[in-house]
């Protein structure tokens, strides 16, 4: 009796290891893209320049989207990132200057 109660926990574990391991791989493939780059947005007016931010991201050789909508405040950037380095995204926003307003751009992580 004790030895069929010890096999039916430890299948009772197993099986429960399997659901937490599958758990664990749909959480990789739900979890953050790795082409996607989001940067936080700040400085003067920034939020009234989105189309300076938008035109200046895209200009950058192997970005292919640039959302200003999904979080305020931010942008996310799809991109091929064996050709960009976020390091170029940030210079590209950090770049932007117009008369009374400038923007930055910080990588989130």
Request: charged content about 25%.
């Amino acid at each position: 009796m004790k030895r069929r109660k010890h096999q039916n926990m430890r299948r009772w574990i197993a099986g429960l290891a399997g659901l937490f391991a599958l758990g664990l791989a749909e959480f990789s493939v739900l979890g953050a893209d790795p082409h996607k780059v989001t940067l936080m947005l700040g400085g003067k007016f920034c939020d009234l320049y989105k189309g300076e931010v938008e035109s200046a991201l895209r200009k950058i050789a192997g970005v292919t989207a640039v959302d200003l909508k999904s979080m305020k405040g931010h942008a996310i950037v799809t991109a091929d990132l064996g050709k960009v380095k976020p390091e170029q995204l940030t210079a590209a926003v950090n770049a932007l200057k117009g008369d009374g307003w400038h923007c930055k751009a910080e990588v989130m992580k």
